[in-house]
């Protein structure tokens, strides 16, 4: 049974994956199993977090409507949606509530809906209800005011009102709405939370939002039908699809790595990052998925999105762009305790300015991507591929900081790796009739760069392509260039037998040597790029067990974060692109070479 806490009662935060995420294509809210909404920024994903109890118990600010009395939660998403559906079982009787940021006949509304249909279908369950804005992780303090009759909570340019359930607040001047409820067998109504910023509040009528829950249940249920992948894990891949729907930011068509920032990568706190950006690298892998199921209007935003933030010299490419054109990266850590006491609590990344070649490879991977899809690159696109092939003939010889972001500059393997692949890709789009350039540099540079990592980035001692050039150490990432056609004989075959040995936690790996001793957690990601590493080298039996457990591994909603324990604790940022973004390439990559 799990208790029901009081409408503003504070204590630790709860556990990553007992969390489900909603989203509208402009923020994702996070609710845990009580039925709190711990998580919600507006009005954008990238936006401070009005209502973040997950990193703040006390200030951060929560959404409740849970029983009052003990229960049993049991909870999924509606088929082929994002709409989350709770029943709560008491001792009195039980309650449906079906959870959805609502979508417009149009698209997305030019408000935030949170809308929470509360339905009794048997016996009387007294409910509490809550609305809780924080303080913007320390930077403001929400307060009330009457406006026309009406009770409106604002927090620096954001408006919050509640329509369906009756506010029952003493205290005209407190910063939250409230109430208590009894929902009887048969009876049906909805709560509903609308917000703005910077803009007049709009208050529904609470017959239009029940109307917009079933309506945006359709837009899902549409969306889905869009969908085209008949394989295997079907119901793993589809829900990985709708999971990086959710963080496709729509207004501009970026694709944030995660929706949350400052979720612990270790107990030991320090390594917590803000994602709510879009990596080069992770936009890459998504628009590979997204032309591959059919879905033409996100790989084109995407891949517009992507060109538009790149467009310009090629020597400034970025690892990671804001969702929005005016967004800062820049780094600034806020006075909140962060999960479970476990800080810093940080907003921008300091990632940005750092120079990882491997990107290259993941921008023309993108375009051939679109291009072998049966799209057409237009002039100035295929002018960036043709400078940016160029650019690598002359750059691949420098150190950088790898895929994993780190501060020491080194010659890293799956660096060089991916700057072979932007120079394969740019050939390939030579032969696709797509770009001109100079492609006989392209494949003498290519040549170069395959026989320096085979004679400098490969340890005899342990059998398998090294972290970087010299060293012995292990990178899981050079899993990423069996699929990318770099290397799937034996050396990557003994590669794989390696980090499994070194780095592996039964069926997880851990990113690279010394991550472990770090108090880091197994990386979500590297399991399955194992997964598709197995299969391309030709073992699909052992990618296809491996596959089966990890697919089990997901939440109860299946949704996965950043790292993973032995014991199934979910750490990281919530829900994570990249993890799903491994589930459904390694899915796809067993379903073509079956």
């Known amino acids: 049974m799990t208790r029901g806490a009081t409408p503003g009662a504070t204590g630790g935060a709860t556990a990553i994956e007992d969390h489900a995420a909603l989203g509208d294509g402009r923020t994702v809210a996070l609710i845990d199993r009580s039925g709190t909404v711990d998580w919600l920024p507006i009005p954008s994903l990238d936006s401070p977090p009005v209502f973040a109890a997950l990193l703040d118990p006390e200030r951060g600010g929560r959404i409740l409507l849970r029983p009052v009395s003990d229960f049993e939660a049991r909870r999924r998403y509606l088929p082929g949606t994002n709409v989350l559906e709770t029943t709560f079982t008491t001792a009195t009787g039980s309650v449906r509530v079906t959870d959805a940021l609502v979508t417009g006949v149009a698209g997305r ?20 209800w809550a609305v809780e804005p924080g303080t913007m992780l ?6 009330a005011e009457r406006v026309d009759g009406k009770r409106i909570l604002r927090v620096r340019k954001v408006n919050i009102g509640v329509t369906g359930l009756t506010d029952a607040e003493d205290d005209e001047d407190a910063p939250r709405f409230g109430g208590r409820i009894r929902v009887a067998d048969g009876s049906r109504r909805t709560l509903t939370i609308v917000a703005t910023n910077d803009e007049p509040l709009h208050l529904p009528d609470p017959g239009n939002v029940d109307i917009g829950i079933d309506r945006t249940v359709s837009n899902w249920e ?14 793993a891949v589809q829900r990985s699809a709708l999971a990086l729907k959710l963080l496709l930011y729509a207004p501009t068509g970026a694709i944030a790595a995660a929706g949350t920032t400052s979720l612990p990568e270790t107990p030991r706190g320090g390594k917590n990052w803000d994602y709510r950006f879009a990596w080069v690298r992770d936009t890459a892998y998504a628009l590979r998925a997204l032309a591959r199921f059919g879905l033409r209007e996100e790989t084109h ?9 790149v467009k310009g010299d090629v020597a400034e490419l970025r690892v990671l762009y804001g969702l929005r054109e005016e967004a800062s990266t820049d ?6 305790p962060g999960w479970r006491g476990i800080g810093p609590v940080v907003t921008g990344n300091r990632a940005a300015g750092q120079l990882q070649l491997g990107v290259f490879g ?27 092939a160029d650019h690598v003939c002359d750059v691949w010889r420098l150190p950088d900081s790898g895929m994993w972001e780190l501060s020491e500059l080194r010659h890293h393997t799956s660096s060089k790796m991916g700057c072979w692949q932007a120079l394969q890709s740019a050939l390939s789009l030579v032969e696709l009739g797509q770009i001109e350039g100079n492609p006989s540099r392209w ?37 990423l260039h069996a699929p990318s056609g770099f290397d799937r004989g034996e050396r990557m075959r003994s590669t794989i037998d390696a980090l499994r040995r070194e780095l592996g936690d039964g069926p997880l790996l851990f990113r690279f040597t010394g991550a472990e001793a770090e108090g880091e957690l197994p990386f979500v990601a590297c399991s399955f790029w194992l997964v598709s590493a197995l299969a391309c080298v030709g073992d699909i039996p052992e990618a296809t067990a491996l596959m089966d457990d990890l697919v089990g591994r997901a939440n109860d909603v299946g949704l996965y974060a950043e790292m993973m324990a032995a014991d199934g604790a979910f750490w990281g940022n919530f829900p994570q692109a990249l993890s799903h973004l491994g589930l459904i390439d390694a899915a796809l990559t067993i379903a073509d070479l079956r």
């Open 362 to 388: 993941d921008l023309l991977s993108v375009a051939l991507a679109y291009a072998s899809a049966g799209n057409v690159l237009d002039v100035p696109t295929r002018r960036l591929v043709a400078d940016v």
């Open 109 to 128: 509304l030019p408000w935030l809906e949170l809308a929470r249909r509360i339905e009794g279908i048997a016996g009387t369950v007294v409910m509490d």
């Open 443 to 479: 494949r003498r540079e290519a040549d170069v760069i395959h026989a320096w990592v085979e004679e400098n980035c490969w340890s005899e001692r342990l059998g398998a392509y090294t972290m970087a050039a010299g060293d012995e150490e292990l990178d899981a990432s050079v899993l």
């Open 138 to 143: 320390g930077e403001a303090g929400p307060w």
């Open 301 to 309: 935003a995407a891949i517009s999105w992507l060109l538009r933030a």
């Open 222 to 235: 549409l969306w889905s039908r869009t969908f085209s992948y008949q394989g295997p894990w079907d119901e």
């Open 331 to 336: 780094p600034q850590t806020h006075d909140a």
